[in-house]
């Protein structure tokens, strides 16, 4: 079954255009004009139960908006879309029973009051029965590391604090879909590298779907078997982190360590007619960079073994930051084969072919054409900053 299916979704935004100067203002205070913003433009993918998929995009490209449509506050201009089989923005009450959300920048619990009455809260919010609260309770306070936190205010919370207790209240009616909007974002590596664990357990303990945005790659890395990559409202990426490392990847760098001394120029003659580059890195040590379109590290560590004595070899693995840095730099879907030649290879990618606090999960969802809130990062909310309106 899946958890979440998505089919041509678009989210449109009127968005009022301001004329300069004190005239301009006038003009608008008597005739207005508008025009319209595309967040998200005809997207489509299915999640099915189960998986961890990471969405990213760069800020702008229509994540957040996503999500809010996939969580009900926010109603689609048009498009179809189903989670756990409900239509969010027209079966909220039975809909947000099954699902749990954590915004990053965006707080559900309460903030002067204590963590637990927060907790108590939300569990008459979302009704759960107090013997199955309690259950529930005990395991996330002991797996979350909460017991010492519970009795504080919110707001005298630490950051990474106040992020396993957001956690744990999206989890309290056990939703088998958690959507989670930069839950790391401005964490230590310890905190982080906790929320990893947590959410990888929970995952493979009761089989909760996932579907995480996120800027951190090593989040993605860690947790997740697909990546989603959205641009301008379009997705231009859907698949397996190794598939796109494979594919878009430039090459990968080898470290060899030799138990006597070897020269760059030695190593170079030894793989004439390969399209490699050897760099000097040590009296006995040196790095090739292996094009992953033209030679192959088999191929080179062959060569170079007849003649040389390794005591060592590393393989870099290729950057993924680097990877989706310069797939955001190409500005376009149609610039994306320019970055590897040799990428399409195996055959085109998929997706480039298809061209909250309690009150905001039970608040009334926003009419298709109003504009976004201002925690939005879509695209509609970066245009309706930049053209003045508050």
Known sequence: MLAIDVHKL???????KNREGLKGAL???????????????????QIPQGEICGYIGENGAGKSTTIKMLTGILVPTSGELRVNGFVPHKERESFVRGIGVVFG???????????????????????????????????????????ELLNRPVRKLSLGQRMRCELAASLL???????????????????????????????????????????????????????????????????????????????KEVVLQFSEPFTAERLTELTAGLPVAWTQTGDASAKVWVPSDHASISEVLGRVVTSAPISDVKILETNTDDIVREI??????????????????????????QGASPSALTEQPAAAGEPPEATDDGKAEREKQGSGVS
């Open 10 to 16: 678009r989210k449109q935004f009127k968005v009022q």
């Open 105 to 147: 920048q965006r707080s559900q619990l309460w903030w002067d009051i204590g963590v637990i009455e927060s907790f108590q809260l939300l569990r008459k919010v979302y009704r759960v029965g107090t013997e199955d609260y309690r259950k529930r309770l005990d395991e996330l306070v002991e797996r979350l590391q909460l017991a």
């Open 173 to 251: 009616h056990n939703p088998s879909i958690l959507f989670l909007d930069e839950p790391t974002i401005g964490l230590d590596i310890v905190v982080k590298m906790e929320i990893r664990e947590f959410l990888k357990s929970l995952n493979e303990r009761f089989g909760t779907t996932i579907l995480l945005t996120t800027h951190d790659l090593q989040d993605i890395e860690a947790l997740c078997s697909r990546v989603i990559m959205l641009d301008d409202g379009k997705i231009i990426y859907d698949g397996s982190l190794d598939d796109l490392k494979n594919r878009w990847g430039k090459g």
């Open 328 to 353: 955001y730099k190409s500005g376009s879907v149609a610039d994306l084969s320019a970055l590897n030649p040799g990428a399409n290879a195996g055959g085109e990618v998929a997706a480039v072919m």
């Open 27 to 45: 003009q608008d205070l008597f005739r207005r004009e508008y025009r319209e913003v595309t967040a998200v433009n005809d997207i489509s993918f």
